[in-house]
């Protein structure tokens, strides 16, 4: 059962555009979560951050928005740069799953110059 | 800091071999995590340690793997027999907190290796 789901595998944007990066959650007792950024041959590196009292956090060129009653969250990137191409990976976490980090599949954005 | 150092970065073997996965975690992190990357199901989280102890191998797919953290500088992951379904990219993550989800405490990734089982 994949309680984190990204939909989109893969994303493609001109550089200087707003990449939009989505994900779905089906566990409400989710309280935090969580985007990290992978290059290629290297591992996940964090990047940001939202916990569920929050519905936005904003970390310069990165803001993610948090909508509970949806269960949805999303990443913006603004503007976008070619070196932002990465997979970016989201998870969450909560008291349920033992206040471990469930990801999901990742999705693969692509920014063009 | 060296941060999470994993051996091999490539395995190539042959089904019903015996593969061991190597995991280095950042001196004084806490836990140490093991995770599998594939396309359908993204980051899996397989097993973690706290202070060296097994806390959560729920996530093993089978018998047929087994981690262990013989000292808190140390960890393996072993697949005997391996399968060709078992190729993906293995993780191995340490922290300070069990989550990871501190700002000042995310999960450090090691570089993976990648196995591949023909």
């Known amino acids: 059962d994949q309680q984190v789901k990204q939909n989109s595998p893969s994303l493609s944007v001109q550089e200087g555009r707003i990449s939009i990066l989505n994900c779905d959650y089906t566990?409400?007792?989710?309280?935090?979560f969580l985007w990290y950024k992978k290059y290629p041959a290297e591992g996940p590196t964090f990047l940001i951050s939202?916990?569920?009292?929050?519905d936005k956090n904003e970390d310069g060129r990165f803001t993610v928005f948090l909508n509970k009653s949806a269960k949805h969250l999303s990443l913006h990137i603004v503007p976008s740069q070619p070196g932002d191409s990465a997979v970016y990976f989201c998870?969450?976490?909560?008291?349920?799953?033992?206040?471990?980090?469930?990801f999901g599949e990742g999705t693969q954005l692509t920014v063009n110059p | 800091d060296a941060g999470v150092i994993q051996s091999p970065r490539h395995e190539v073997t042959e089904m019903g071999q015996e593969v061991t996965l190597r995991c280095k975690p950042i001196?004084?992190?806490?836990?140490l995590f093991w995770y599998r990357q594939t396309m359908m199901r993204g980051l899996e989280l397989l097993i973690y340690?706290?202070?060296?102890?097994?806390?959560?191998d729920s996530g093993m797919p089978e018998d047929r793997f087994s981690a262990k953290m013989p000292n808190a500088s140390f960890s393996t992951l072993k697949i005997q027999p391996s399968e060709p379904r078992d190729s993906a990219v293995y993780f191995c993550?340490?922290?300070?907190?069990?989550?990871?989800?501190?700002?000042?405490?995310?999960?450090?990734f090691g570089n993976g290796t990648r196995l591949t089982v023909t």
């Open positions: 993550a340490s922290s300070l907190s069990l989550t990871g989800i501190s700002y000042n405490s995310p999960l450090h």
């Open positions: 566990n409400s007792m989710f309280d935090y």
């Open positions: 939202i916990s569920s009292i929050k």
């Open positions: 998870a969450a976490s909560g008291p349920t799953s033992g206040s471990r980090l469930t």
């Open positions: 001196s004084g992190h806490d836990y």
């Open positions: 340690f706290n202070n060296n102890v097994p806390i959560d």
